[in-house]
């Protein structure tokens, strides 16, 4: 059953389908972690239902595109930024496609919670300015590939948050510069030991319509 959700109370929501798939607190949590300003031109690799360029672009402003292969999920994140009365380019596109489809260096940030990672983070490359940034959620006990993939395609990590639930380390939240030099910060965020998610803040209510 298709259902309306606030994503920032009375002001910015989402239309979601769990037939198609549900965000979880993961895209939420990224982009509290992500350094968006007011004049960024932003990509959303994998975007699903736009719950990423939504949310961002009421918390921080930018310039906004998301980009996903599943053209239902690209139909609702028109529908969302259209009630919100926000002004964000949702396309059916692959990632492999983007950088012809969009422009080499057209952006100065990309988001992305990725499925293929090393296909991805090239596309990244090549779509974003020297000196861009991508921002990723990827599990943390797969930190190993993804700092290999980073290297592969000449983004250099430049700060990691780690969640903890108990004494794991379960999500890593990576921003990488495009041609950037070494130099890693770390932080880390302790949640419940139980393996429960308790929201962010400012993560999204339900409300069913």
């Not at 972690?33 to 031109?41: L, M, P, V, Y």
């Not at 057209?106 to 090239?122: E, Q, V």
């Not at 983004?155 to 990691?160: C, E, H, I, Q, S």
């Not at 108990?166 to 910060?185: H, I, S, T, W």
């Amino acid at each position: 059953m298709e259902r309306w959700e606030w994503l920032i109370e009375g002001e910015t929501g989402i239309f979601q389908d769990p037939a198609l798939g549900c965000f979880t607190e993961d895209p939420i949590a990224l982009v509290h972690f992500a350094k968006i300003g007011r004049t960024d031109t932003v990509l959303d690799l994998g975007t699903g239902n736009g719950v990423m360029c939504l949310y961002a672009m009421a918390r921080y402003g930018g310039t906004y595109t998301g980009i996903d292969v599943d053209e239902a999920q690209i139909a609702l994140a028109r529908r969302s930024a259209k009630r919100n009365g926000q002004a964000i380019r949702f396309l059916a596109l692959r990632a492999e496609d983007a950088p012809d489809a969009l422009g080499h260096g057209a952006f100065s940030r990309i988001l992305m919670n990725p499925t293929l990672l090393s296909d991805w983070l090239h596309a990244a490359f090549l779509l974003l300015k020297n000196g861009g940034t991508v921002t990723l959620c990827y599990p943390a006990e797969q930190l190993a590939a993804l700092f290999r993939a980073l290297d592969d395609n000449r983004l250099a990590p430049k700060r990691m948050q780690l969640t903890f639930c108990g004494q794991r380390a379960r999500l890593a939240l990576v921003e990488a510069k495009k041609l950037g030099k070494d130099g890693l910060a770390i932080t880390a965020v302790h949640r419940s030991g139980s393996g429960d998610r308790p929201p962010l803040p400012g993560t999204p209510t339900q409300r069913l319509v």
